[in-house]
C-alpha cells in the first residue's frame, strides 16, 4: 500500500522559513518524479515545484529564489525548503509522486502570518 505523509508545516510570521517534508512508503521513490502543489481557500491547486527522478527542478515564478525543492532517495523523501514566506503562501502543501501512476499525499497547513 502507497502511503505519502506530508509534515513540516505550521504557522510562520512574514519572512520566516519552513521545511515541509513528503515521506512515502510502499514505493521504489527514486523511479518517480515528485511536485509539490498547494491550494488556497477558494483557489485551484497549483504546481510549485518539480523534482524528476534524475533531480532536474523547475518551480513556479512566484516562489523562484525562495523555495528549494529537494529530494533524498535513500530515504525515501522529498522535501520542500521555503524562505521568505509571504503571506500569499498561506494554502494547504500537497505533496504528489508520478510514474505509472500517480499518488498524493494528505496535505500540511501552511499559514504566513504576523
Known amino acids: 500500500q502507497v502511503q505519502l505523509v506530508e509534515s513540516g508545516g505550521g504557522l510562520v510570521q512574514p519572512g520566516g522559513s519552513l521545511r515541509l517534508s513528503c515521506a512515502a512508503s510502499?514505493?521504489?521513490?527514486?523511479?518517480?518524479?515528485m511536485g509539490w502543489y498547494r491550494q488556497a481557500p477558494g483557489k485551484p491547486r497549483e504546481l510549485v515545484a518539480t523534482?524528476?527522478?534524475?533531480?532536474?527542478?523547475d518551480y513556479v515564478e512566484s516562489v523562484k529564489g525562495r523555495f528549494t525543492i529537494s529530494r533524498d532517495n535513500a530515504k525515501n523523501t522529498g522535501y520542500l525548503q521555503m524562505n521568505s514566506l509571504k503571506p500569499e503562501d498561506t494554502a494547504v502543501y500537497y505533496c504528489?509522486?508520478?510514474?505509472?501512476?500517480?499518488?498524493w499525499g494528505q496535505g500540511t497547513q501552511v499559514t504566513v502570518s504576523s
Open positions: 504528489k509522486l508520478t510514474g505509472w501512476r500517480e499518488y
Open positions: 510502499g514505493i521504489i521513490f527514486r523511479l518517480y518524479a
Open positions: 523534482i524528476s527522478s534524475a533531480g532536474s527542478t
